[in-house]
């Protein structure tokens, strides 16, 4: 008998071949189908909702041990993906942003969703609740207290508040001519009360309270007060990471002197015939170094002193708008109110002060519009703003104009001012803690 397969097996064996027959053939279909399918031309797409997250920071906003290299800064827009565009849309698509779409998109989320609570306890007769001014060196601080009680972030309801708002105005107890060491009392005896009465602090040891303070007396008032420093975000004009200050979990606030003296200044490069300038007073040891060593330059405008008053109305204000970089030294803080004034007035910024967290550095890319420099480049200032060519400078105050409304308080808030990035700033970290 010749050996072979059973008949039942055999049948088994052409039954397999039949079903892999077919699969073969519903494969090859499918697949067809498929490639056909990806010709066709896309449909509109519809953005799903945005995941938030925290954008880097630029490098040379964070750091400035990297010289400024001139560049072109080529202001592209980014491919249009379908969906209608609103009247301010072109602001978005371009690179002063690291990251347009996306603030775009997480900017819309955070105006739907976000909410504050701010905690009604204190006297406001005394220490709490209201800025004793909105002018000035504090104005930052006033306008912010001003913005979030007339805006739409704030909820009478903590239950449904993402981050909770300590309401504390250390410019208005230095108003009241108390020491620093009694305000860091007064604050964690405060502190100490908020927590006893209310749960929300113990939820997360602070992490998603906050805030706002402008200059040092600020920062020197509650740095007595660790837990609050360590734990809480910090919303401060002097953010300077070597003695404290964390980045992406502080929020560094612009410090702009408002009212400003002149309206705001751009599109006027051909009045920009100067090349750099600065006056002030030498109260740090880079305004030092830079006073003795350019202000006898033919080039660069530089005073060791502020321009007196006696020498013409608004001499001071008015030098900005015919230069073209205006230098930012850090004082006594990392800070300068200069940054924010030659913004304004449409003159490059200089930034020439170490460890200094520049304002919205998560959202601006500040090489677009500012020249970031180390202390130690103070000795080769006049050749390196030289050495940009009037293109590059062009583009860079091009750029500077578009991120004016960024740097201005509004009462009420407006729509991308510098309430609403602080606010953006803020929306940012809420999702950190959250995830």
């Known amino acids: 008998m010749i050996a072979g397969k059973p008949p039942l097996q055999q049948s088994q064996l052409f039954s397999l071949k039949g079903s892999v027959l077919t699969l073969s053939i519903l494969t090859l279909i499918s697949f067809t189908y498929f ?49 209608e565009q609103e009247d301010n849309d072109d602001d978005f698509f371009t690179d002063i942003y690291h990251s347009p779409k996306l603030f775009k998109l997480n900017f819309e989320e955070m105006e739907k969703k976000f909410k504050i609570y701010i905690y009604p306890d204190g006297d406001p007769k005394t220490f709490y609740q209201t800025p004793r001014k909105l002018t000035g060196k504090y104005a930052s601080e006033g306008y912010f207290f001003q913005n979030i009680r007339e805006s739409r972030f704030r909820t009478e309801y903590p239950d449904q508040a993402h981050l909770f708002f300590i309401p504390i105005s250390c410019h208005k107890m230095r108003g009241k001519g108390t020491s620093y060491e009694n305000m860091t009392i007064i604050v964690q005896n405060y502190l100490d009360g908020l927590i006893a009465k209310y749960p929300y602090w113990n939820r997360t040891l602070g992490a998603d309270h906050f805030f706002v303070t402008c200059h040092d007396v600020g920062v020197r008032a509650t740095e007595g007060v660790p837990f609050l ?140 519009f500012a020249v970031i420099l180390r202390e130690s480049d103070v000795y080769q200032l006049k050749q390196i703003l030289k050495s940009i060519s009037h293109e590059e400078f062009v583009s860079l105050h091009n750029n500077l104009v578009k991120v004016q409304k960024h740097f201005q308080w509004n009462t009420p808030p407006v729509k991308f001012d510098a309430f609403h990035m602080v606010i953006y700033e803020l929306w940012l970290r809420h999702h950190v803690i959250k995830y």
């Open 35 to 83: 490639s056909f399918k990806s010709l066709r031309p896309p449909l509109p797409f519809s953005p799903p909702t945005p995941q938030i997250t925290l954008l880097p920071s630029s490098a040379t906003g964070t750091n400035t041990t990297t010289p400024y290299q001139p560049r072109i800064v080529a202001e592209k827009k980014e491919g249009n993906v379908g969906e």
């Open 229 to 368: 420093v360590k734990n809480a975000i910090r919303v401060v004009c002097s953010p300077s990471y070597d003695v404290g200050f964390i980045p992406h979990k502080d929020v560094a606030l612009p410090q702009v002197l408002q009212p400003f003296a002149l309206p705001a200044g751009g599109n006027d490069v051909e009045n920009r015939t100067s090349l750099g300038f600065w006056a002030g007073h030498r109260n740090s040891k880079i305004r030092v170094i830079l006073a003795r060593v350019w202000e006898n330059d033919t080039e660069l405008d530089i005073s060791n002193n502020r321009i007196s008053r006696a020498t013409g109305h608004l001499v001071y204000q008015k030098r900005f708008y015919r230069t073209k970089f205006c230098i930012c030294p850090g004082g006594s803080q990392v800070n300068s109110a200069r940054i924010t004034d030659s913004i304004h007035y449409g003159c490059v910024p200089v930034i020439l002060s170490n460890y200094y967290d520049l304002p919205f550095n998560d959202i601006l890319d500040w090489q677009k």
